[in-house]
């Protein structure tokens, strides 16, 4: 039964390890992303269907 314990304890120990690498790595800027807002706005000006000049097939040309 204390080798439950024993296990927990570490469980919780690494855990918290982990969580405070986390917290100094967001506080670096490891994870702020220089790059995207950079390139997004090449592609916001992205083509969208317009069904006014939706192109006929052969079966609605017949109608």
Same mark, same amino acid.
Not at 16 to 42: E, H
Not at 51 to 60: A, D, L, V
């Given at each position: *039964?204390?080798?439950?314990?024993?296990?927990?304890?570490?469980?919780?120990?690494?855990?918290?390890?982990?969580?405070?690498?986390?917290?100094?790595?967001?506080?670096?800027?490891?994870?702020?992303?220089?790059?995207?807002?950079?390139?997004? *706005?090449?592609?916001?000006?992205?083509? +969208?269907?317009?069904?006014?000049? +939706?192109?006929?097939?052969?079966?609605?040309?017949?109608?």
């Amino acid at each position: *039964m204390s080798v439950i314990y024993l296990l927990i304890i570490v469980s919780i120990i690494i855990a918290i390890g982990f969580f405070i690498a986390f917290i100094v790595a967001v506080r670096s800027g490891q994870y702020d992303d220089d790059y995207t807002p950079s390139v997004r *706005m090449l592609f916001d000006d992205e083509l +969208k269907p317009n069904p006014k000049n +939706k192109i006929q097939t052969t079966e609605e040309k017949q109608i």
